[in-house]
């Protein structure tokens, strides 16, 4: 059974930093796009970042230059280091691996960034 299970979101001040963390398990994803989506309550889930098998990357413009998806296919894990924080990062963040037709959310972790 394919788990995806988040970690790291929580409290910050806005210009601080936060880590996240998706610790995957069932399968193997060294092949998957792994990424980060987020969503504000009464907005869609958007994508964040997103890192492919062979370290390519893509980021929402809102968060170029702050953010940075990193992954470990030895390990099975996804990160996205979160920097200068803004009170609009608030939201409820959720870990996603895709390959082809499947596609795997995590649980989701709420950060909150105050001004």
């Known amino acids: 059974q394919v788990q995806l299970v988040e970690s790291g979101g929580g409290l910050a001040q806005a210009g601080e930093s936060l880590r996240l963390s998706c610790a995957t398990s069932g399968r193997t994803f060294s092949s998957y796009v792994m990424g980060w989506f987020y969503q504000a309550p009464g907005n869609e889930r958007d994508l964040v970042a997103q890192i492919r098998s062979g370290g390519n990357t893509d980021y929402a413009d809102s968060v170029k230059g702050r953010f940075t998806i990193s992954r470990d296919n030895s390990k099975n894990t996804v990160d996205l280091q979160m920097n200068s924080l803004k009170p609009e990062d608030t939201a409820v963040y959720y870990c996603?691996?895709?390959?082809?037709?499947?596609?795997?959310w995590g649980q989701g972790t709420q950060v909150t960034v105050s001004s």
């Open positions: 996603n691996v895709r390959f082809l037709s499947r596609n795997y």
